[in-house]
Each structure stands twice: as structure tokens, then as C-alpha cells.
């Protein structure tokens, strides 16, 4: 049967993780049920009256929490009621695609969005006597997506009256979530809706807790800039107006105005009253940048053999021929060295002062190839790089090649860098489409990724973000639909990082197989799901 796109790519992902159509709901681990939630509190008014409304007892409502657990259900019929308990749809059980695939409560986590799913669009053959339509509740505040509110009844009693009314029951949960927010945060978002029906300009509001921007600000305002803003009003503790300069995508000074918001510890609405073009600026390096520049400028003042340790993907290539600057390079094929790929290594060789030789991947070689390569390293006198993994990827006969290397620079994981995540994305872009620029909202989301695999990862999502959007600011929605949304961060103890890595990595060899990886990690599925919703970690 041919299927809606976000029903196909949602059985795609089902696939993806290792379901089959006749695969069975797993119990999973039940969550306790905290009845006094700001959701609950919430919806609980709402879900009172439309069970008042259930057509002839035909239908089921449920509610599930951002962490995609059920937390309230409301019944029908019996035989509905024995028909969700024997697919765990009942409070205290997650409903995520990994374990249900397709359906109205999973697939609007997945996507963001409503979506009704109807009999046999159902991934699983044990839900293909259901019909069911999903909505998001995001928080009117905070744009966060808070829960999911559910109507299910059996295909055959199927409707389509219940998505207008479910649809007006996500947005009464909304306002009623809206009504519990502090005090504050009502002024802030009421501050900010007045000012945005009278003006069209960039309009940003900062402060206790919240960031509320319209389409105009997040295209203009970037972490940098917010920044600024917020140590501008810090110094000063009032409205001001001021001059400020942008310093990414289209340079200009602008004139800003800060309005602390009356009633809130000092929350602000910031406007963009206009401002002049300046000539662009070439981006200041953060300090991490600043300290490689330093150690790459000695480096090539010494030209003594350098090894770039790190993972792969980690830009260890990159690096190399960063060292080279002006100087030509060329890459030496370690099989081949004995023949004429050795040239420029050798004393004698006319080329040894013109160029800098690059050997990649010394871990790779086997150990044959790694011994050779060492011998003609002991007659080199030209300047080399070597790249490698880290050193527990290294054997007895690569650590002795490595030994030649007198310079070493250790290239982290650019999880363990987000502080220059942002200065490479916009470098990437810069190289990619000079015309093009990253939003501050995209900077926000790729800053907040786990980033697995690496720089090289990262470079494919931006290339993936400038075909789609070639000039001017580059938007969340250019980014691949699994990059829109920024995972939660929290700081991770070295156990949970480890941790983290691990189960990545065993994700990233199975090509994302929850299944095989579990298997690989000699644990439970259920056991890996659970590690996974703890840690963060989104596959």
C-alpha cells in the first residue's frame, strides 16, 4: 500500500531499530506516575470534560509526558480498555517508536507535529485494528514540547471528528500551562506578544529563564550577541539604547533597544531599531582556537615529525594540513614505501625542504607494513605527520613508528569541545558558501549534539544545510530532520561520559541497530533503552 511520507519514514525508523511487523510490544520499565506534574495539573480539567464527549463510549484518551510515558488514560468501552493493556498502553509505560513503532503517541515525539495514524498504517500487525490521532502540547512560554494528547478507538469506529477535538484539547492544556507558569514568565511572554503585534522588527525577550524570539531575531541574534546584551544590562540595571556590533552573517552596527520588563528580576525586551552596514570583520577565535594557532606557529618554526592523535572523524586531517600553512603537501601511502612514495623522506632528496609529508592512519597498518615503514623513517630528514587513533588503538609495532614523532598533539572528541563547535560550523559554512551564514537558533541546536561522529559528522550536516539553503541565513529547518532538535544537556559524571561513548559507538557499528548493539554490549534491549533515555542519547 502506498503510505504518507512522515508514516513511511516513520516505519523506515521503525526498521532502523530493529522491529519487524510481527514484532510484539515489550513490557519496558514502568515509570511511577507523578499525579501532582505541572501537566497533570494541568490536563486534568481538559481530560475531564472531553471524556464527557466520548461519542457513544467509543474512544480512549491518553496523555503522555515529554519523556513520552503515559500518565493518564480515560476509557470507552471495556473492549478497548483490555485491547491497550495487552499493547501497554497504559500509565507508567513509555510509548517511543523504538518500542511501539508507528503510532499517534510515538511517531508526534519523532516529528514534532499532529498526525493521525489509521489501521494499517500501523508498523506493528498488533496495533493494525486501531485508528488513533496524536497532538503536541508545547508550552506557549518556553516552546517546549511538554507531552502528547492521544484519542485511540478501533479502526472500525474511526472518525474524523476526534482531530478537530483533540486538537482543541492540546491547545486548552497549553493555556492552562500557560495560567500555572510563574508570575514572571506570564509578564515576560505578555510583555512580548504586546510589543510583537506593533512592531515587525527583531524582538527578543531574556530573563528569568526564557528566551522568546520572533522569526526576525533568530535569523539575527547569535549566542554571541545575546551575550553582549545580557552583560550590557547587567552593568547598567535599566532600559538603555546602545550601539552593538553583529559579528556573524551580514556585518552591520546596530541600534539596540533594552527594555527591562516591568514586575520580573530584570527580564528584557530587546529590539532592533535598525542599524548601518559595516565592513565584515574577520570572527575572533575563542581561546581554544587562539592555543592551536600558537602551537601550529611553533610547530612550523620547529619542523620536527608531529603525531595527531584522535578519534576518527576528529579533524586530524584537517589539522595536518593546517600545520602545512603556504607549504605543499603530499600524502605518503605507507604500502608503498618502499618504492618511489618514499622520495622526499630519504637524505638527498631535493624535495625535503619544500613540502610536508603526510602518513594518516599509522594504526591501520598491519604489522608488516608498520615495521618497514619504521626503518625508513630512521633515515628520513624531511618533515612528516603521522595520524593515529588514540593510543589503546596502537599495537607494539605502531607505537614504535609513533616513537619517531617527537611532537604530539592530542586532538579531542568534538563532543569534548563545544566550546569550538560553533567557530568550525561557521568556518565549514564559510568555506562551503561565502553567501551563507548559520542562524543563531542553528548555532544553539548543532552546539547541544553529541556530535559521534565527529567533525567529519558535522561538515556532512552543513553541507547537507547549504545545499538547502545556499544564500543567506541558514535556518533549523535546512538541517536534516535529526538535527532539528537540540538534545537535552546536562554534565556528565566520567563514568556517564564513558558510558555514553560506548554505547554510541556500539550504535554507530551497528548501524543503529538497538538490537545488534545491545547484543554487541552483551546487555538487555530493555536494559540499553533504559541507559539511553538516562543518558540523553537519541538514535
Same mark, same amino acid.
Given at each position: 500500500?502506498?503510505?504518507?511520507?512522515?508514516?513511511?519514514?516513520?516505519?523506515?525508523?521503525?526498521?532502523?531499530?530493529?522491529?519487524?511487523?510481527?514484532?510484539?510490544?515489550?513490557?519496558?520499565?514502568?515509570?511511577?506516575?507523578?499525579?501532582?506534574?505541572?501537566?497533570?495539573?494541568?490536563?486534568?480539567?481538559?481530560?475531564?470534560?472531553?471524556?464527557?464527549?466520548?461519542?457513544?463510549?467509543?474512544?480512549?484518551?491518553?496523555?503522555?509526558?515529554?519523556?513520552?510515558?503515559?500518565?493518564?488514560?480515560?476509557?470507552?468501552?471495556?473492549?478497548?480498555?483490555?485491547?491497550?493493556?495487552?499493547?501497554?498502553?497504559?500509565? @507508567?509505560?513509555?510509548?517511543?517508536?523504538?518500542?511501539?513503532?508507528?503510532?499517534? =503517541?510515538?511517531?508526534?515525539?519523532?516529528?514534532?507535529?499532529?498526525?493521525?495514524?489509521?489501521?494499517?498504517?500501523?508498523?506493528?500487525?498488533?496495533?493494525?485494528?486501531?485508528?488513533?490521532?496524536?497532538?503536541?502540547?508545547?508550552?506557549?512560554?518556553?516552546?517546549?514540547?511538554?507531552?502528547?494528547?492521544?484519542?485511540?478507538?478501533?479502526?472500525?469506529?474511526?472518525?474524523?471528528?476526534?482531530?478537530?477535538?483533540?486538537?482543541?484539547?492540546?491547545?486548552?492544556?497549553?493555556?492552562?500551562?500557560?495560567?500555572?507558569?510563574?508570575?514572571?514568565?506570564?509578564?515576560?511572554?505578555?510583555?512580548?506578544?504586546?510589543?510583537?503585534?506593533?512592531?515587525?522588527?527583531?524582538?527578543?525577550?531574556?530573563?528569568?529563564? =526564557?528566551?522568546?524570539?520572533?522569526?526576525?531575531?533568530?535569523?539575527?541574534?547569535?549566542?554571541?550577541?545575546?551575550?553582549?546584551?545580557?552583560?550590557?544590562?547587567?552593568?547598567?540595571?535599566?532600559?538603555?539604547?546602545?550601539?552593538?556590533?553583529?559579528?556573524?552573517?551580514?556585518?552591520?552596527?546596530?541600534?539596540?533597544?533594552?527594555?527591562?520588563?516591568?514586575?520580573?528580576?530584570? #527580564?528584557?525586551?530587546?529590539?532592533?531599531?535598525?542599524?548601518?552596514?559595516?565592513?565584515?570583520?574577520?570572527?575572533?577565535?575563542?581561546?581554544?582556537?587562539?592555543?592551536?594557532?600558537?602551537?601550529?606557529?611553533?610547530?612550523?618554526?620547529?619542523?620536527?615529525?608531529?603525531?595527531?592523535?584522535?578519534?576518527?572523524? $576528529?579533524?586530524?586531517?584537517?589539522?595536518?594540513?593546517?600545520?602545512?600553512?603556504?607549504?605543499?603537501?603530499?600524502?605518503?601511502?605507507?604500502?608503498?614505501? $618502499?618504492?618511489?612514495?618514499?622520495?622526499?623522506?630519504?637524505?638527498?632528496?631535493?624535495?625535503?625542504?619544500?613540502?610536508?609529508?603526510?602518513?594518516?592512519?599509522?594504526?591501520? =597498518?598491519?604489522?608488516?607494513?608498520?615495521?618497514?615503514?619504521?626503518?625508513?623513517?630512521?633515515?628520513?630528514? @624531511?618533515?612528516?605527520?603521522?595520524?593515529?587513533? *588514540?593510543?589503546?588503538?596502537?599495537?607494539?609495532?605502531?607505537?614504535?613508528?609513533?616513537?619517531?614523532?617527537?611532537?604530539?598533539?592530542?586532538?579531542?572528541?568534538?563532543?569534548?569541545?563545544?566550546?569550538?563547535?560553533?567557530?568550525?560550523?561557521?568556518?565549514?559554512?564559510?568555506?562551503?558558501?561565502?553567501?551563507?551564514?548559520?542562524?543563531?537558533?542553528?548555532?544553539?541546536?548543532?552546539?547541544?549534539?553529541?556530535?559521534? @561522529?565527529?567533525?567529519?559528522?558535522?561538515?556532512?550536516?552543513?553541507?547537507?544545510?547549504?545545499?538547502?539553503?545556499?544564500?543567506?541565513?541558514?535556518?533549523?529547518?535546512?538541517?536534516?530532520?535529526?538535527?532539528?532538535?537540540?538534545?537535552?544537556?546536562?554534565?556528565?559524571? *566520567?563514568?556517564?561520559?564513558?558510558?555514553?561513548?560506548?554505547?554510541?559507538?556500539?550504535? #554507530?557499528?551497528?548501524?543503529?541497530?538497538?538490537?545488534?548493539?545491545?547484543?554487541?554490549?552483551?546487555? @538487555?534491549?530493555?536494559?540499553?533503552?533504559?541507559?539511553?533515555?538516562?543518558?540523553?542519547?537519541?538514535?
Amino acid at each position: 500500500m502506498g503510505l504518507r511520507d512522515p508514516i513511511a519514514q516513520s516505519w523506515r525508523r521503525a526498521s532502523q531499530n530493529g522491529l519487524t511487523p510481527g514484532s510484539l510490544i515489550d513490557e519496558g520499565p514502568q515509570t511511577p506516575v507523578d499525579p501532582h506534574s505541572r501537566l497533570l495539573r494541568a490536563a486534568r480539567p481538559v481530560l475531564d470534560a472531553i471524556a464527557e464527549q466520548l461519542l457513544g463510549d467509543r474512544f480512549s484518551i491518553l496523555l503522555a509526558n515529554r519523556g513520552s510515558v503515559i500518565v493518564d488514560r480515560r476509557l470507552g468501552q471495556s473492549q478497548l480498555a483490555a485491547k491497550l493493556d495487552t499493547i501497554f498502553a497504559v500509565p @507508567g509505560f513509555s510509548y517511543d517508536e523504538d518500542r511501539t513503532g508507528t503510532n499517534s =503517541l510515538a511517531t508526534v515525539f519523532e516529528i514534532g507535529q499532529g498526525i493521525a495514524v489509521n489501521g494499517r498504517e500501523h508498523f506493528l500487525e498488533i496495533l493494525k485494528d486501531l485508528s488513533c490521532y496524536g497532538h503536541p502540547i508545547i508550552h506557549p512560554v518556553t516552546k517546549r514540547l511538554e507531552g502528547v494528547l492521544d484519542i485511540t478507538c478501533f479502526a472500525s469506529n474511526s472518525t474524523p471528528l476526534m482531530i478537530p477535538l483533540l486538537a482543541r484539547a492540546a491547545h486548552d492544556v497549553e493555556l492552562r500551562l500557560l495560567a500555572g507558569s510563574p508570575t514572571s514568565q506570564q509578564r515576560i511572554f505578555a510583555a512580548f506578544q504586546a510589543r510583537s503585534a506593533r512592531v515587525q522588527a527583531p524582538l527578543i525577550a531574556l530573563g528569568n529563564g =526564557l528566551t522568546i524570539a520572533n522569526d526576525a531575531a533568530t535569523e539575527l541574534f547569535t549566542p554571541e550577541l545575546q551575550r553582549t546584551v545580557r552583560e550590557l544590562h547587567a552593568e547598567h540595571r535599566a532600559s538603555t539604547e546602545t550601539q552593538l556590533r553583529l559579528e556573524s552573517g551580514e556585518q552591520r552596527e546596530l541600534r539596540v533597544l533594552c527594555t527591562v520588563v516591568p514586575g520580573t528580576d530584570g #527580564a528584557l525586551l530587546v529590539e532592533v531599531r535598525g542599524g548601518e552596514r559595516v565592513r565584515p570583520v574577520i570572527p575572533r577565535r575563542s581561546a581554544p582556537g587562539l592555543a592551536m594557532d600558537r602551537k601550529i606557529k611553533r610547530l612550523r618554526a620547529l619542523q620536527s615529525p608531529v603525531l595527531i592523535r584522535g578519534e576518527q572523524g $576528529s579533524g586530524r586531517s584537517h589539522l595536518a594540513k593546517r600545520l602545512a600553512g603556504d607549504r605543499p603537501t603530499r600524502l605518503l601511502d605507507p604500502r608503498e614505501v $618502499s618504492g618511489s612514495e618514499a622520495r622526499g623522506l630519504h637524505r638527498g632528496s631535493s624535495s625535503v625542504s619544500d613540502e610536508l609529508v603526510i602518513i594518516e592512519d599509522i594504526d591501520l =597498518l598491519d604489522s608488516r607494513t608498520a615495521r618497514r615503514l619504521g626503518r625508513h623513517l630512521d633515515e628520513a630528514q @624531511g618533515w612528516f605527520v603521522m595520524t593515529c587513533g *588514540p593510543d589503546d588503538n596502537l599495537g607494539r609495532e605502531h607505537l614504535d613508528v609513533s616513537s619517531r614523532c617527537l611532537e604530539r598533539i592530542d586532538l579531542p572528541p568534538l563532543r569534548h569541545r563545544r566550546d569550538e563547535i560553533c567557530m568550525i560550523a561557521r568556518e565549514v559554512v564559510r568555506d562551503l558558501q561565502p553567501q551563507a551564514w548559520l542562524s543563531a537558533e542553528t548555532l544553539h541546536v548543532l552546539e547541544r549534539h553529541p556530535w559521534p @561522529g565527529n567533525v567529519t559528522e558535522l561538515v556532512s550536516v552543513l553541507r547537507h544545510a547549504v545545499d538547502q539553503c545556499a544564500k543567506g541565513a541558514i535556518g533549523v529547518r535546512a538541517l536534516p530532520q535529526r538535527y532539528r532538535t537540540a538534545p537535552s544537556r546536562r554534565r556528565f559524571t *566520567p563514568l556517564e561520559q564513558a558510558e555514553i561513548d560506548t554505547i554510541t559507538r556500539a550504535l #554507530a557499528d551497528c548501524l543503529g541497530n538497538k538490537m545488534h548493539a545491545a547484543a554487541t554490549l552483551g546487555i @538487555g534491549r530493555t536494559t540499553l533503552y533504559r541507559r539511553m533515555n538516562a543518558l540523553g542519547i537519541r538514535r
